[in-house]
């Protein structure tokens, strides 16, 4: 596991994730830890680095 970190797209905080390097990838949804919204995040991992982390508002 490795910390990461986003901007929330509701509070636009920066907020730290922590991503799992044993899938590929991840779409799943998690509460922003600031203001408690929750989030789609997408996760793309190749190679064993994050090519890509996406947050966006959940159903949008």
């Not at 730290?16 to 997408?42: G, H």
């Amino acid at each position: 596991m490795e910390e990461k970190y986003i901007q929330c797209p509701h509070c636009w905080e920066r907020i730290s994730m922590l991503i799992d390097f044993s899938v590929d990838e991840q779409s799943y949804v998690e509460d922003c830890e600031i203001c408690c919204n929750p989030l789609e995040i997408k996760v793309l991992i190749e190679d064993g680095q994050v090519i890509s982390i996406e947050a966006d508002p959940l159903g949008q």
